[in-house]
């Protein structure tokens, strides 16, 4: 008899302790991860979190680290992302926003703002860039808006199956998911990432009506 109530509480209690070794193998309990769940990047972006954190600067001096508000006109430009990487290797870095168009209902979950793909080592300039840089312009009223930039180590050089989007454009950018372009390219998880967080400012709609201006003008050529 108590033999038989044993082998119901393993029967019972096995698939958590399997789960939790799961989950132990694949993330320890890294800073990134925690502030990452923290905010729900995990799960909304990503099941589980990367080992590291990736350096992301503004301007040189700006960090995009750890949840930061930053203004909108602070991430307009590209920044520098540095990370330690075997020249063998080749990544790729995604940024997304998931609370597109606003965070309550993110119907269009998620923005890609920036793509890069097959990059050798850490030389990001040498990369495919596939999606051109964006910086956050959240509207009025819609919150506060996450900036995710996730890297991935891809298993060799890659042919991507995703159009090139340019600069300016915001055709192609809403409803990317990073769990299945990464599931699909087999990524595993990503080995650093980091994020911030934007909301409107007045700076928003001078930063908008440029981009709009530049994708008219890169329609004509």
Not at 66 to 77: A, S, T
Not at 179 to 185: D, I, L, N, T, V
């Amino acid at each position: 008899m108590l033999a038989s109530i044993w082998i119901l509480l393993f029967m019972r209690l096995a698939p958590s302790l399997s789960l939790k070794s799961i989950r132990g193998v694949h993330q320890s309990d890294t800073e990134v991860s925690k502030i990452m769940r923290s905010l729900d990047v995990i799960p909304d972006v990503i099941h589980i979190g990367p080992q590291e954190f990736l350096n992301v600067t503004y301007h040189g001096r700006v960090a995009a680290h750890c949840g930061k508000l930053l203004d909108p006109m602070q991430v307009r430009d590209e920044p520098s992302v540095k990370w330690p990487s075997a020249p063998e290797n080749y990544y790729a870095l995604l940024m997304v926003d998931p609370d597109v168009p606003n965070v309550i209902t993110p119907t269009h979950r998620e923005f890609l703002h920036w793509m890069v793909l097959n990059i050798p080592g850490n030389l990001l300039a040498l990369g495919d860039v596939r999606v051109g840089y964006m910086g956050a312009t959240p509207l009025k009223g819609t919150g506060t808006h996450r900036l995710v930039f996730l890297l991935y180590k891809q298993r060799d050089y890659t042919k991507f199956d995703f159009p090139k989007l340019p600069k300016h454009s915001v055709r192609g950018r809403s409803g990317f998911e990073t769990k299945r372009f990464a599931k699909k390219y087999k990524f595993g998880h990503p080995v650093a990432g980091n994020f911030f967080t934007s909301q409107w400012s007045h700076d928003v709609p001078s930063l908008i009506k440029v981009i709009s201006h530049n994708a008219r003008q890169a329609a004509h050529f």
